[in-house]
C-alpha cells in the first residue's frame, strides 16, 4: 500500500484498525477460537530518498514483521541519508 503525504502515526493508526478488523472477521472453515492476523512493514519516504530506496527499506520491515510474530507493524529504520 502506498499512502502519499500520509505520516507515520495515521499509518500506525489505519494498521491497527486494519488488525481489529481481520481479528473480528470470521471466517467460513476456521475454528472459532481462530483468528486472523496482519504483519506489515512501513517506511516513510525520507528527504533526498528514491521511492525505490524506501520500498526496499519497506519489504525489509515486513520480513522483519515475519519473523516476529502476529498482528506486528514494523517501521523500517530511518537511513542515514548523510553517508551517501
Do not use: H, I, W
Not at 31 to 39: G, K, V
Request: aromatic fraction near 2%; hydrophobic fraction near 40%; glycine fraction near 4%.
Amino acid at each position: 500500500m502506498v499512502l502519499p503525504s500520509t505520516r507515520q502515526a495515521a499509518v500506525d493508526a489505519l494498521f491497527e484498525r486494519l488488525r481489529k478488523v481481520l481479528q473480528n472477521t470470521p471466517v467460513p472453515g476456521m475454528r472459532a477460537d481462530q483468528r486472523l492476523s496482519c504483519r506489515v512493514g512501513s517506511a516513510e519516504l525520507q528527504p533526498g530518498a528514491s521511492v525505490k530506496e524506501t520500498l526496499r527499506r519497506a519489504d525489509e520491515a515486513l520480513y522483519r514483521a515475519k519473523s516476529s510474530g502476529r498482528n506486528r507493524l514494523v517501521l523500517a529504520e530511518t537511513p542515514d541519508l548523510a553517508t551517501r
